[in-house]
Nanobody, 120 residues
């Protein structure tokens, strides 16, 4: 059994910063990849950033230079530091993890989502 718990969303003014976190718990052997997606109001869910177990990252063009993804392997956690936030960054942010569990099976898991609202 694996659980993902997100935290850190909220309301921030344009130009401000926010960090969202996601921690996994349960029968975890390894987490090959971690990522963040977001779903703006009335739109499809989209990839924001991904990070591998080796630390390689990739970002969506609309967040490059503003957002930073990082992970703490000891805590099975992934973070998204968001700077220079814009109103169009308003969305529900979801963590997404590939987790290897019992029996060396890798499955994909989603967090419950955390609301980020950028508004003055």
């Amino acid at each position: 059994q694996v659980q993902l718990v997100e935290s850190g969303g909220g309301l921030v003014q344009p130009g401000g910063s926010l960090r969202v976190s996601c921690a996994a718990s349960g029968s975890i052997f390894a987490i090959p990849a971690m990522g963040w997606y977001r779903q703006p109001p009335g739109k499809q869910r989209e990839l924001v950033a991904r990070i591998t177990s080796g630390g390689s990252t990739n970002y969506a063009d609309f967040v490059k230079g503003r957002f930073t993804i990082s992970r703490d392997n000891a805590k099975n956690a992934v973070y998204l530091q968001m700077n220079s936030l814009k109103p169009e960054d308003t969305a529900v942010y979801y963590c997404n993890l590939d987790i290897m569990t019992v029996g060396w099976v890798t499955r994909n898991y989603w967090g419950q989502g955390t609301q980020v609202t950028v508004s003055s």
